[in-house]
């Protein structure tokens, strides 16, 4: 079903649709890998299926990793800002790759309260 979906949705970029199903195939991958005990019961995979399915789920991960940090920048920063969710802060069509580090650091949950016990003693002396 998400095969079609994929294949037969109007995307507004016809870039993204092998990506997509890229991520379909490592997601059936990843979920073969967990379960696929009845493979095996029923005779379709044979001794050494496992190291292909592997081989093949990190392929596919290797082929993926180009795509990672555009997939993350997808999102509209000035949205993302407004909400609790973050766009990466490696880059952005905006430029602003250092205030937008700041700001996200600023406004951490890490970044509020007082400092953990610790912080005088172990921290700040390195610091």
């Known amino acids: 079903m998400a095969r079609q979906r994929i294949a037969h949705y109007p995307f507004k970029d016809q870039k993204i649709r092998p990506i997509l199903e890229l991520m379909a195939s490592i997601y059936a991958l990843k979920e073969l890998q967990v379960d696929n005990q009845h493979l095996y019961?029923?005779?379709?995979?044979?001794?050494?299926?496992?190291?292909?399915?592997?081989?093949?789920?990190?392929?596919?991960?290797?082929?993926?990793?180009?795509?990672?940090?555009?997939?993350?920048?997808?999102?509209?920063?000035?949205?993302?800002?407004?909400?609790?969710?973050?766009?990466?802060?490696?880059?952005?069509?905006?430029?602003?790759?250092?205030?937008?580090?700041?700001?996200?650091?600023?406004?951490?949950?890490?970044?509020?309260?007082s400092p953990p016990p610790y912080y005088e003693k172990l921290m700040k002396p390195i610091i």
């Open 41 to 113: 019961e029923t005779g379709f995979f044979r001794a050494g299926s496992g190291d292909l399915l592997t081989e093949s789920y990190n392929s596919q991960l290797r082929l993926l990793r180009p795509h990672l940090i555009p997939i993350v920048e997808l999102s509209d920063a000035s949205v993302a800002r407004e909400t609790s969710w973050n766009i990466s802060t490696i880059g952005n069509k905006y430029g602003d790759i250092v205030e937008l580090q700041l700001e996200v650091a600023q406004k951490s949950r890490l970044n509020t309260g």
